[in-house]
């Protein structure tokens, strides 16, 4: 059964820096397209950044230049590094990981940035 676990959450100041960590199991890591989403309060789920298995990356506009995405596959994790943060950012963030027809969420954890 394939398990997603985000970590790094937290309460952050304005201009501040977060990572999140995705650690995925029983799944072969590798071959999944995976990503990143947010959900903040009364809004929809978003996507933030992708990276697919063969490394190709995409990022939502609002985040272009201040978040990066990133893979390790030995460890079966992706990361998901977050400067300059505004309380724009403040949602719950998701992993994703994507293999042919089939999704897989992690559970989320909170990012909340005051001013």
């Known amino acids: 059964q394939v398990q997603l676990v985000e970590s790094g959450g937290g309460l952050v100041q304005t201009g501040g820096s977060l990572r999140l960590s995705c650690a995925a199991s029983g799944t072969i890591f590798s071959i999944n397209d995976m990503g990143w989403y947010r959900q903040a309060p009364g809004k929809q789920r978003e996507l933030v950044a992708y990276i697919t298995s063969g490394g190709r990356i995409n990022y939502a506009d609002s985040v272009k230049g201040r978040f990066t995405i990133s893979r390790d596959n030995a460890k079966n994790t992706m990361y998901l590094r977050m400067n300059s943060l505004t309380p724009e950012d403040t949602a719950v963030y998701y992993c994703?990981?994507?293999?042919?027809?089939?999704?897989?969420w992690g559970q989320g954890t909170q990012v909340t940035v005051s001013t």
């Open positions: 994703n990981a994507h293999y042919r027809f089939f999704d897989y």
